[in-house]
């Protein structure tokens, strides 16, 4: 099993930028994959950006330019830096762990960017 706590989310104006962080813990030498999600208020959770354990990113295409994900691998911590943020970033994002016994999720962190 694999912990997550997310942290760095709040509230910004649009424009602005924030950065979320993930600290994992437990089995973190299993995990393969590593991504951030989001979830609008009646919308589906959709991938923001992942990065794999051989460093390979991707990014959904709404926030490529924009968003950069990367990862400590000292602190076991995986990072999501957000700039030229829009009030349709609003969400909660949830970061996502995934290793050989299945994805792990942690607690999400709330994102409003107001206009």
């Known amino acids: 099993q694999v912990q997550l706590v997310e942290s760095g989310g709040g509230l910004v104006q649009a424009g602005g930028s924030l950065r979320l962080s993930c600290a994992a813990s437990?089995?973190?030498?299993?995990?393969?994959?590593m991504g951030w999600y989001r979830q609008a208020p009646g919308k589906q959770r959709e991938l923001v950006a992942g990065i794999a354990s051989n460093g390979r990113t991707d990014y959904a295409d709404s926030v490529k330019g924009r968003f950069t994900i990367s990862r400590d691998n000292a602190k076991n911590t995986v990072y999501l830096q957000m700039s030229s943020l829009k009030p349709e970033d609003t969400a909660v994002y949830y970061c996502r762990a995934t290793s050989v016994s299945g994805p792990n999720w942690g607690q999400g962190t709330q994102v409003t960017v107001s206009s």
């Open positions: 437990g089995s973190i030498f299993s995990i393969n994959h």
